[in-house]
């Protein structure tokens, strides 16, 4: 299927419009990833150093000398304290990592925590001098762990204190699913406006392609070439200027071309008729000048003279005739003015105007319906009475003229042939036959075949032929039916 430029172009915009869209959900995605992770981490790490210096403060303040009380009630009760105030759980380990307390103890009873932290963990607690963030999974559930170290006077842990964040320690769903479903919102609008955006961009680049489409279909180097006009100054006009320059060379390089051709051919054409009319023209004047003297001399046979003179001067005469009716025959081949033409009729006339010809013409049609073409009627007789006309004189005298016309139609054509059993056409001579000037007879110009096969081809149709030398020869002439031409018209006017 042929996609036009048009359907290229907006499909072309369509297409950016929609993939910008993905990259831009996808980049937003990422973008909420990271920024929700950022923020979820800062906040517990706000949260831990508020829980850190609450539990330091109330170690300071309740410790005798070096012991701290961690297994103690009011420890306890005021880790709770602290998780209350700060919306936290909170986990006390000791520096070993085995758990001392906890504010949901239930998290080690099911198993969601483990009540010794792993061995990594405390690596990286020791390497480092301030908190650590732990990203965990449990139960295919994603978490986040803070872990610091509470130290006695000397610098040394006495404690890990570890704060799990289970309620948003990712994205929140839901959030995510609010911006999502008003992002896609906002697109829908956005690719309706795109649509249409790109709907009238293609409409109206490939609407100026279109006119001038059709003007260059439309320019005829035969008639005055009229320029094509673009106000804008864009790539579109230096393509339009360009074609004019070139239509306007092409045309003067036309009309050189065809006057050249219209000189040269009429020089051909005066040589050869000033040939064919000097034939005639010199027995025509051996006559007058016997004539003449016959007169002179009072020859006893003075009127059978005058009579053969007589009939040489019709003779000649009407062989200038046919000389000048030939030539202007093939001058002047008038506009066609085409109509239905049914063959058989054509062929039956043909048939009764040679009639007096002491030659058989038999026509065979494989299919009696009518054979409609669509062509000039008064041309496609003139072809059909030169082609016979060619086939009887082609018949020598020895020889029992036999003219056959087949006629039938296969798919969208109608088939004529026309086949003799003349002299034929020597090999040598066979490349030549549709030439104007060129004969084989020892009267006329040699326009006919030439003329039937212009005759041929104005209407749409072709010509071949067959020959053996001495058997015969059969013309070939295929024309499209009237129904073909008809559609093919209605195709290119839709």
């Not at 172009?9 to 980049?27: E, K, R, T």
């Not at 100054?233 to 050249?260: R, T």
């Not at 051909?268 to 003449?292: D, F, R, W």
């Not at 075949?449 to 295929?478: A, D, H, P, R, W």
Request: glycine share 4%; aromatic share 8%; with cysteine.
């Amino acid at each position: 299927m042929k996609i036009t430029l048009r359907k290229r172009i907006y499909l072309l915009m369509i297409s950016l419009v929609l993939v910008s869209f993905v990259l831009i959900g996808a980049v937003t995605l990422i973008f909420f990833r990271n920024e929700n992770a950022k923020y979820h981490a800062e906040r517990l790490l706000r949260k831990e150093r508020s829980v850190l210096k609450a539990i330091n403060y109330f170690l300071e303040n309740n410790r005798d000398g070096e012991v701290y009380p961690f297994y103690t009630k009011e420890f306890a009760d005021k880790i709770v304290e602290v998780s209350v105030i700060n919306s936290f759980e909170i986990n006390v380990f000791d520096p070993r990592g085995e758990l001392i307390t906890s504010t949901e103890m239930e998290y080690f009873e099911e198993g969601i925590l483990a009540e010794r932290i792993e061995a990594n963990t405390l690596k990286r607690l020791a390497k480092s001098d301030s908190t650590i963030l732990v990203s965990d999974k449990k139960e295919e559930q994603n978490y986040l762990s803070t872990y610091s170290y509470i130290r006695n006077d000397r610098g040394e842990p006495i404690a890990i204190v570890n704060l799990p964040y289970f309620s948003k320690e990712a994205l929140n769903k839901e959030e995510v699913g609010e911006y999502f479903t008003s992002l896609i919102e906002i697109y829908v609008v956005l690719l309706i406006i795109a649509l249409l955006i790109a709907y009238f961009l293609s409409s109206n680049i490939t609407k100026s392609l279109r006119a001038i489409g059709e003007r260059m279909r439309s320019a005829d180097i035969s008639t005055e070439y009229e320029a094509i006009t673009w106000q804008a100054n864009d790539e579109i006009g230096e393509l339009v200027e360009q074609y004019n320059k070139m239509m306007k060379q092409l045309q003067i390089s036309a009309s050189k071309l065809a006057k050249s051709e219209r000189e040269s051919a009429w020089r051909e054409m005066a040589k050869q008729v000033a040939h064919e009319i000097k034939n005639p023209l010199t027995p025509m004047k051996l006559s007058v000048q016997q004539l003449e003297r016959a007169t002179k001399d009072q020859k006893p046979d003075l009127d059978q003279r005058i009579e053969r003179f007589c009939k040489l001067m019709v003779q000649q005469i009407d062989t200038l005739s046919d000389i000048a009716s030939e030539f202007s025959n093939f001058a002047q081949m008038p506009k066609a003015v085409n109509e239905l033409i049914d063959l058989h009729m054509v062929l039956d006339s043909q048939r009764e105007l040679f009639k007096s010809e002491e030659v058989e013409i038999k026509i065979e049609s494989a299919d009696q319906s009518a054979c409609v073409i669509y062509a000039d009627k008064s041309q496609i007789e003139r072809m059909m009475t030169n082609l016979i006309k060619n086939a009887v004189q082609a018949i020598p005298d020895d020889r029992e003229g036999k003219i056959e016309l087949k006629l039938n139609e296969s798919g969208d054509e109608v088939m004529l042939s026309i086949s003799d059993n003349g002299s034929g056409i020597s090999p040598e001579l066979v490349d030549q036959i549709f030439i104007p000037n060129f004969t084989t007879k020892s009267h006329g110009m040699g326009l006919g075949l030439s003329m039937v096969k212009t005759i041929v081809e104005f209407s749409g149709g072709k010509i071949n032929f067959e020959t053996k030398y001495g058997e015969g020869t059969t013309f070939f002439i295929v024309f499209p039916k009237a129904e073909k031409i008809e559609q093919d018209e209605k195709l290119t006017t839709g």
